[in-house]
């Protein structure tokens, strides 16, 4: 029986550039960081979530990927169309206001959403779109 979800794909231009963006303006720690030849493992995560890593994988041919699964998923992540979340947070205006004083792009201020949430919408470095969410009742 499956019962809980341990690692989400991230894919990035650069690994090395990801990784810097992970642990230095959103905080997480490295997990894991494994090379071998040509293939690396890295891993990020919170240390509130210590259950749940954030792969950050390389957009590279290799490990099962073609030059056109290369491109297509490059395609989507420089549009915007991949990415992870809700990211939860207390406080989605201060963690927002701490994340863009770190350099943090963001696509969409703090906003108040009818459906329970307040929200604000970021990029990471390789142009994944991401959604920092509060639970209004908290």
Same mark, same amino acid.
């Given at each position: 029986?499956?019962?809980?979800?341990?690692? /989400?794909?991230?894919? /990035? $231009?650069?690994? %090395?550039?990801?990784?810097?963006?992970?642990?230095?303006?959103?905080?997480?720690?490295?997990?894991? *960081?494994?090379? $071998?030849? %040509?293939?690396?493992?890295?891993? /990020?995560?919170? $240390?509130?979530?210590? %259950?749940?890593?954030?792969?950050?994988?390389?957009? #590279?041919?290799?490990?099962?990927?073609? *030059?056109? *699964?290369?491109?297509?998923?490059?395609?989507?992540?420089?549009?915007?169309?991949?990415?992870?979340?809700?990211? #939860?947070?207390?406080?989605?205006?201060?963690?927002?206001? *701490?994340? #863009?004083? #770190?350099?943090?792009?963001?696509?969409?201020?703090?906003?108040?959403?009818?459906?329970?949430?307040?929200?604000?919408?970021?990029?990471? %470095?390789?142009?994944?779109?991401?959604?920092?969410?509060?639970? $209004?009742?908290?």
């Amino acid at each position: 029986m499956i019962n809980s979800l341990s690692v /989400v794909t991230i894919w /990035v $231009k650069d690994q %090395n550039e990801a990784l810097r963006f992970y642990t230095e303006r959103l905080g997480f720690e490295i997990r894991a *960081d494994v090379t $071998k030849g %040509n293939y690396r493992w890295l891993t /990020v995560g919170s $240390k509130q979530q210590p %259950n749940l890593e954030y792969q950050l994988a390389a957009l #590279k041919v290799g490990g099962g990927l073609t *030059d056109a *699964d290369v491109q297509m998923l490059t395609q989507l992540v420089e549009s915007g169309k991949m990415g992870v979340g809700p990211w #939860k947070t207390d406080d989605c205006q201060k963690t927002y206001e *701490d994340m #863009k004083a #770190k350099g943090v792009e963001f696509v969409q201020t703090p906003t108040d959403r009818p459906y329970g949430i307040i929200e604000a919408v970021f990029k990471d %470095n390789s142009g994944n779109v991401m959604v920092l969410a509060q639970d $209004k009742h908290r």
